[in-house]
């Protein structure tokens, strides 16, 4: 199969406050009130856990069947810390993104713990949002003059 490519495009409404939309789709990111922001969305930071739960319940599902498991629905919860010291350029010492990410994913299903294991196991292998947070991607940015 070849490498599908998804693109989304943003465009500043002021400092905090970013339209982004994903083909037919708008995404309101901001901070909130105590970070500068408007609160009129999640952060990029909350982002980052939405796209990771949403990539983790659809490989649940995407899975679910390979292992025999009748999923009837998934609650995710997932909370990372970091320490906003470089991005307010106060320290360099930490790393500006989540020191690290924690995952409760509770399924709703009648499989036993061991057919759960290797289950969870597939799914976190598989997931393209953990991928990208668990690897180096590679990025490259150019900087244009708008006109």
Request: aromatic share 6%.
């Amino acid at each position: 199969m070849p490498d599908l490519k998804f693109r989304v495009k943003a465009k500043s409404v002021n400092a905090t406050k970013t339209i982004v939309k994903a083909r037919g789709f708008e995404m309101i990111v901001d901070e909130p009130a105590g970070l500068g922001g408007t609160d009129e969305g999640a952060n990029p930071v909350e982002y980052i856990l939405a796209a990771y739960a949403g990539c983790l319940n659809v490989m649940a599902h995407v899975c679910a069947p390979e292992f025999g498991i009748t999923l009837r629905g998934v609650e995710i919860d997932l909370q990372g810390n970091l320490n906003p010291n470089r991005l307010f350029g106060k320290s360099f010492e930490d790393r500006a993104g989540y020191k690290g990410i924690k995952v409760v994913l509770k399924a709703d299903c009648d499989a036993d713990d061991a057919t759960l294991d290797l289950w969870i196991k597939d799914v976190v292998n598989r997931c393209p949002v953990g991928d990208n947070l668990k690897n180096t991607t590679d990025i490259v940015i150019k900087v244009k003059r708008s006109k």
